[in-house]
């Protein structure tokens, strides 16, 4: 169990995203069951949908088999397109964590840049989470199940739609 007291290294990781602020923030937040996997949820191939609510207090949620509802997270900073933020509500052993004392917090900014926008994924205090804060953040930073893979697909979704943005309409 880690000391509480013991901050452990946050996760950071950048992404340059080949288009506007505006897009990457939609594309990220509300967006989301486009690119975020079902088997990264609670659900598994039972999710129906996932998503955040845009605005502080709203929650990040799933909706699974029979509409069971799972709130995983806790809106704490809504400013598109520039960033928003969360109370990460999974516990280390991937539990639900409703108490906030105990949850980690995920900050998303998204700046412009000459060709298009940086995006910076902050992953911070992973010592609140109860049990092994530090398997928790290597879990996380890990490229199999963690953000790398969970941005890898966020950042393939907006080359999708960059590269062939006729895609997913219908007439």
Known sequence: MTDATTAIEPIELTL??????????TS???RFRTWWPSEASWSGAGLESIGIEPFVGGFCYERGPHGL??????VTAWEPPNRLAFAWLIGADRTPEPNPAHASEVEVSFAPTP???????VHRGFERHRGDGVAYRRAMASNDAGWPMLLERYRALIVRRTEAPWEGLTT
């Open 115 to 121: 060709a298009g926008t940086r995006l910076v994924l």
């Open 69 to 74: 509802r799972l709130d995983w997270g806790r």
């Open 16 to 25: 340059e995203l080949g288009v506007d602020p505006e897009d990457a923030f």
């Open 28 to 30: 990220f937040a509300d």
